[in-house]
């Protein structure tokens, strides 16, 4: 019950956090940028400052969907930001080449968190087994035991928090090449570069939660296995 309450309210501080975000860049993006730079235009300029040209930049279809793709080189921008001409089109679309050149320099945590993406997809999955037999089929705690099964649920935990921790310092770092690429290169004037990097701090904070939520659930189950709580 008490990961239940802990999952609900983290789940209700992280669709505020994500309705911030979403005004900001909808606030944002609905100022023209001095340069007149498009989200995709930046990117490109971007990576090849960086010498990366093995990249490809993709719009995407839906909203605040960017992400980059270590798996095939590809920078994928939502469409509002690949055809946006704002701070905050670019600070998104400098934020996701920042993951490109991290990739390309063999950033550590990077390659720490790519390599914990299969573990963590396998915890996930373990954690709706779970959840599913908790419902259907009690009689399989029964015959196992909670004991093992609590200790199962503590290890996927334990890996998800790490995932969420190592998250952190990936996307900050990402961040802060996007800033400083952005102002080096004069895509933004004084004003411009406080959007920007607003609206990536609250892009960051969604990471932040989930970190700080992960880490509760994890604490709660550490205190019902060696605190002697039920």
Partial sequence: MGLIVIGIIFSIISFA???????KFKK?????????????????QMLRDNGIYDVEII???GELTDHYNPGNKTVNLSEAVYHGR??????????????????????APLKLRSALVPVQSVSGRI????????????????NVGYQPILLVVFG?????????????????DASKRALAWIDRQGVVSS???SMAKDALKWAAMTYVVAAIGAFAQLAYLAMALFGGRD
């Fill in 17 to 23: 956090v994500g309705a911030k975000l979403r005004n």
């Fill in 28 to 44: 944002y993006s609905q100022i023209p940028l001095r340069s007149n730079m498009s989200g995709a235009e930046a990117a490109a």
């Fill in 59 to 61: 719009s995407t279809p």
């Fill in 86 to 107: 704002s701070a905050a089109s670019v600070a998104v679309a400098t934020h996701e080449c920042g993951h490109a050149v991290q990739h390309a320099k063999a950033y």
């Fill in 127 to 142: 954690l709706n087994f779970i959840v599913i037999a908790s419902i259907f089929g009690g009689g399989f705690f029964l």
């Fill in 156 to 172: 996927c935990y334990l890996v998800i928090t790490l995932f969420s921790l190592v998250t952190l310092p990936v996307e900050f």
């Fill in 191 to 193: 004003q411009e570069h």
